[in-house]
């Protein structure tokens, strides 16, 4: 199963590039990852918000295949702990599924076409991150999954 990881905007902070980098380099043992930067559409000073996410939701849309399953890192999505975000991946796998594609939203979020196309969305806290955060702990727990799937010793429990 591939995995591509939509992003919208760019960040210069090295530090946080470099962890992000840090795990998908590891991930490459288990699992074909691309990340996929998306510009982001804008600021409210020069349109609405409701442009905004529409015009984010165009760009990615764009991009998905017929197929892909579309997942969105969303406040309001379901929880998991790491082991069931694990099992999470195995079903996906087990499914036959060729594309997971999850998608950290822009600013505003995500328009409502976007969530119409989404097979779920997954929260990774309650809490507010930047998106570079989420980023790198998406890349994170997606490592953890994979090495809890293999039984390594990265997770304990």
Same mark, same amino acid.
């Given at each position: ?56 939701? $165009? ?24 082991? $069931? ?73």
């Amino acid at each position: 199963m591939n995995i591509k990881l939509f992003h919208h905007g760019k960040s210069n902070s090295k530090p946080l590039l470099d962890l992000e980098n840090e795990y998908l380099s590891r991930l490459k043992h288990y699992a074909q990852i691309e990340i996929i930067i998306l510009p982001d559409a804008g600021t409210v000073s020069k349109t609405s918000i409701e442009n905004i996410k529409k015009q984010e939701g $165009e760009q990615l849309l764009k991009q998905l295949k017929t197929g892909d399953l579309l997942f969105l890192f969303d406040e309001n999505g379901k929880q998991y702990s790491s082991v $069931e975000f694990a099992d999470f991946f195995q079903k996906k796998m087990n499914s036959g599924a060729k594309n997971l594609v999850l998608v950290t939203g822009g600013a505003y979020g995500f328009s409502e076409v976007v969530y119409k196309r989404a097979n779920g969305q997954i929260s990774i806290s309650k809490m507010t991150f930047t998106h570079l955060m989420i980023r790198v702990l998406v890349a994170e727990q997606i490592y953890r999954a994979y090495s809890i799937l293999r039984n390594e010793k990265y997770h304990h429990q």
